[in-house]
């Protein structure tokens, strides 16, 4: 069964602080590893993704780490900010083009100042 | 700001009545999506099509659920007969080439069937 499963379910972290974010997977088949992101009464927006050729992939503050062989990316999010308050998701594709993204549990984050 | 466009916003039914709600793709956009998150934030793929033609879909049992994205109309999902386990927020998106490229979402539909 095609599974992503993320941890933790939520997570607080002072201002300036990294925030890190986990999620697994089972499928070797999956080929894309984006994370998006969703603010209260928003739409989800997509914020970093990844492919399994790089293991490491950095957008300003926002970095995915990928390790093939275990089968788990992570996002960092660095010098965490109030504004980076949300509900993060990872997801993953397999089926190329003609595919589905299956989304993980999602974190809540919440950043205090 | 997001350019799939959802409507209506909100839609209350209640228990046996259809619910239908519409989503316009962003111009140019072949690809749509159609998702369900519940109150837990709980993401379900529903179906997606290309053009007209449906890609994927659910097992959709009940054949409580279609989905349809006709040519130069907007797409729909209806419910056939709402039950109060389908109250979620209905997540239309569209994509210029499938899931592995970026998905726009619109703000959804949240469907509540009293």
């Known amino acids: 069964q095609q599974q992503v499963r993320q941890s933790p379910q939520s997570l607080t972290v002072w201002e300036g602080e990294t925030a890190i974010l986990n999620c697994s997977y089972e499928d070797s088949t999956f080929d894309y590893f984006p994370w998006y992101h969703q603010f209260p009464g928003e739409s989800p927006a997509l914020l970093i ?39 993060y998701f990872c997801a993953a594709n397999t089926g190329g083009l003609s595919g589905k993204l299956t989304f993980g549990e999602g974190t809540q984050v919440t950043v205090i100042s | 700001n997001s350019k799939v466009i959802q409507t209506p916003r909100y839609l209350v039914k209640g228990q046996g009545q259809k619910a239908k709600m519409r989503c316009i793709p962003e111009k140019g956009h072949p690809v749509v999506f159609w998702y369900q998150q519940n109150k837990n934030n ?57 899931a592995n490229e970026r998905l726009f979402f619109g703000h959804g539909t949240k469907l509540s069937v009293l």
């Open chain 1, 49 to 87: 993704a990844i492919r399994p050729v790089s293991n490491k992939k950095e957008d300003g503050r926002f970095t995915i780490f990928f390790n093939k062989r275990e089968k788990k990316f992570s996002l960092h999010i660095a010098d965490s900010q109030p504004g980076d308050s949300a509900t």
């Open chain 2, 42 to 98: 709980e993401f379900k793929f529903l179906i997606n099509f290309q053009n007209q033609e449906v890609l994927q879909q659910i097992d959709m049992t009940e054949k409580r659920f279609s989905a349809e994205c006709p040519s130069n109309s907007p797409c729909s999902l209806e419910i056939q007969s709402s039950e109060a386990g389908d109250s979620a927020l209905y997540l239309c998106a569209s994509s210029l080439q499938g």
